[in-house]
């Protein structure tokens, strides 16, 4: 037969235990924070340039999309399609990504990025080093790339 004091130290367990799975599930109701959301979506781009799929590129760009030379949202989709298609590997390699928040919907992301193209050989067939601004913007619950400038790094402008 239990000891009434062993039934409440196993009752006190199983809530101790509760609570402590409560806590990290609770927190995955809470949205990110704007830098981390931004870093994120930063991922997801990369995910979808290394799954060459163009159209997962086009759906994080916002609507009034502008990048370098007037590229508008339609042209960034088949900027990456047409690279997807020149190049059977296509590799982005991020560095470190400095985020500055603008308000509550609006920020910008600085870093550098290594881009490779080949055949699938061994080794890239190219490779260039670009220095990149992004700006992005808080859209119907969802952080949108609404801008970027790169250029090869160590270039002036």
Request: proline share 4%; glycine share 12%; hydrophobic share 45%.
């Amino acid at each position: 037969m239990r000891h009434p004091a062993d039934s409440r130290q196993t009752v006190g367990r199983r809530f101790g235990t509760l609570a402590l799975l409560w806590v990290p599930l609770s927190m995955g109701c809470v949205k990110p924070a704007p830098e981390q959301a931004v870093r994120a979506q930063l991922q997801v781009l990369q995910t979808a340039i290394d799954a060459r799929d163009a159209a997962a590129v086009e759906a994080l760009l916002a609507e009034d999309f502008i990048g370098n030379a007037g590229l508008d949202r339609r042209g960034a989709k088949r900027l990456a399609a047409g690279m997807f298609l020149r190049y059977r590997d296509v590799g982005v390699k991020l560095g470190p990504v400095a985020v500055e928040l603008r308000g509550d919907a609006d920020a910008v992301a600085r870093f550098n990025l290594l881009a490779t193209g080949g055949s699938g050989g061994l080794l890239p067939r190219r490779g260039q080093v670009y220095a990149v601004e992004t700006g992005w913007c808080y859209i119907d619950g969802d952080w949108r790339l609404r801008s970027a400038r790169w250029q090869a790094a160590g270039e002036r402008e």
